[in-house]
């Protein structure tokens, strides 16, 4: 077997490697960057997550599934927000406490509250209603409505930077 030349072969590793890259970060996994405050304490400025493209394809999207999707208003940004209404759910909040379907929606990770109301809507077919988990600090679905199905980039699961704050990110 004739040995190829070194430039040839760092030539066609390189290419190998831009394939995968690109098809990974297309169409398995992509990192975000988490620029504001509007999730904390479960996301803080700076962190960096790891979004699955991948799972949607597998599995429904799940109440308090954290997601990545192109802002509706501009789909030229991309925002992060946890679900808290599907489709056909009706969504209300009375003095920060949010209720779907009528009753009380009892959350088991970390937020903080407002003393926002929202009136009782109903979500609509293919559409989701998000909320940042800083509630009084973040632009999400009772300002400008809801994210269409279409949107949704992906599952965000895992915090990967700071090293200090690596882990799963509750739902």
Do not use: C
Request: proline share 9%.
């Amino acid at each position: 077997m004739k040995k190829k030349p070194f430039w040839r072969e760092t030539l066609e590793s390189l290419v190998i490697a831009l394939v995968l890259a690109f098809f990974v970060r297309t169409f398995l996994f992509q990192i975000f960057y988490i620029p504001s405050g509007s999730m904390e304490p479960t996301l803080m400025p700076g962190d960096r997550v790891l979004v699955s493209k991948i799972d949607y394809h597998f599995v429904p999207i799940q109440r308090f599934d954290v997601i990545v999707f192109r802002y509706p208003v501009d789909p030229s940004k991309d925002f992060i927000k946890r679900v808290i209404g599907l489709p056909g759910d009706v969504v209300e909040e009375k003095d920060g406490v949010f209720y779907v379907n009528g009753k009380k929606l009892v959350e088991n990770h970390p937020m903080y509250k407002d003393n926002f109301n929202y009136p009782p809507t109903k979500v609509p077919e293919n559409y989701y209603f998000v909320l940042g988990d800083n509630r009084g600090n973040s632009d999400d679905s009772r300002f400008w409505g809801f994210v269409p199905k279409e949107n949704i980039i992906g599952k965000a699961w895992l915090i990967i930077w700071p090293p200090g704050r690596i882990g799963l990110i509750p739902q």
